[in-house]
């Protein structure tokens, strides 16, 4: 089990960063500023925001510059683009200072108020904690949708990855220093929140929705989302379509037997073209969906060989986005 005892107690933190990916976000934003901040002060402790623009096209990156010139505890982060929600949190820990980090969704989803309760189990000797949802107060198909992939992704992945738990956490500074040279693109972080390792625990809460705007992931990218988590955690898969090839083999073998048995026993051929074009199509299936298996892990293994930067800073001083993360390996 990844939760484990903790082994020492530990005194206030020096400094709290959260990290707040936003993608289209103007309706929530003040709210979510207003929540953060309270919540923030009330625990008497240093703080700063990391507002991630993740190349937003209304009016969330003017919200954060002006929140930013405002309040000194906020750091403003634009992207270049669009880069997606993974690699928008990807910047934020890059660029957060803190001693603890808090990771949260802009939408509101996960209330700030939680914080303090992190807070706390860091207190206790915990390294990660993650928030896991106990009730989703989403359309039902969607609610599916994540039932499955979860236990799906747990059933195949090479190692254990929490039920349930998103990206809304706390880590230590040390959790996020290994995480930020991990030399993968492709992130997916609460899996590789998982592979890290460290004392991590979980904390129940109830997902509210959405504050306000429509959800940023459509279903095709939540379904790529899904593949890629799959892909990057397990080579499963792959032994999938071995198996598929071997029971092929059998069903092939078996047929022949029987052909031949037909042939020689009785004089027969076997009639009829409906079992030939039966045969093909499921030659043909099996062959697509093996094919389609190993594509996937050459399409991963193609971003990563590429080695282009998983995000872009727009401020960020000429040189530093070509390769924020080689330039971390080889200062
Ligand atoms: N997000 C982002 N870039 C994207 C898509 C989403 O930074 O390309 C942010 C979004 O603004 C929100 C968080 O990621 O703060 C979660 O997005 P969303 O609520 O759409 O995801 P869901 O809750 O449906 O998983
Ligand atoms: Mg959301």
């Known amino acids: 089990m990844i939760d484990q005892p903790p082994v020492s107690p530990r005194g206030p933190a020096t400094l709290i960063s959260v990290v707040v990916p936003l993608y289209n976000e103007e309706e929530n934003l003040d709210d979510l500023y207003g929540r953060l901040t309270t919540t923030l002060s ?3 402790q240093p703080y700063e925001i990391v507002l991630v623009d993740d190349g937003a096209r209304d009016a969330t990156p003017m919200l954060i510059d002006r929140l930013s010139n405002r309040d000194p505890r906020i750091i403003a982060l634009h992207l270049s ?14 660029h957060a200072r803190g001693d603890i980090i808090v990771v949260i969704d802009g939408d509101l989803q996960d209330p700030p108020e939680l914080i303090p309760s992190l807070i706390e189990k860091w207190r206790q000797g915990f390294e990660v904690v993650y928030a896991v949802r106990r009730r989703r107060e989403e359309a039902w198909p969607k609610r599916l949708g994540y039932f ?5 992704l747990n059933a195949i ?12 956490c706390l880590m230590d500074r040390k959790v996020v220093t290994v995480l930020n040279h991990l030399p993968e693109r492709m992130r997916f972080i609460r899996g590789l929140r998982s592979f890290v390792g460290f004392r991590q625990i979980g904390l129940e809460y109830d997902r509210p929705p959405r504050g306000a705007g429509s959800p940023k992931y459509t279903f095709r990218r939540l379904l790529g989302l899904a593949i890629d988590g799959l892909i990057s955690f397990s080579g499963r898969p792959l032994r999938l379509a071995t198996y598929l ?7 092939a073998s078996a047929l022949l037997i029987w052909i031949f048995h037909d042939a020689f026993a009785y004089g027969k051929s076997p009639a009829g073209w409906a079992s030939t074009a039966v045969i093909v199509l499921f030659m043909g299936s099996v062959q697509l969906l093996s094919l389609g298996i190993i594509g996937e892990y ?4 193609f971003l990563e060989v590429k080695g282009r930067p998983t995000y872009i800073v727009r401020d960020d001083p000429p040189g530093a986005q ?8 080889h200062p």
């Open 322 to 329: 070509v390769d924020p993360t080689r330039e971390r390996d």
């Open 42 to 44: 009330a625990t008497g």
């Open 157 to 168: 992945s090479d190692m254990e990855i929490p039920l349930d738990s998103g990206d809304f």
């Open 245 to 251: 090839g071997m029971a092929a083999v059998g069903v």
């Open 148 to 152: 499955v992939f979860y236990r799906l």
């Open 81 to 94: 683009r669009n880069f997606g929600h993974q690699p928008a949190v990807s910047a934020g820990l890059d």
């Open 298 to 301: 050459i399409r991963l293994i």
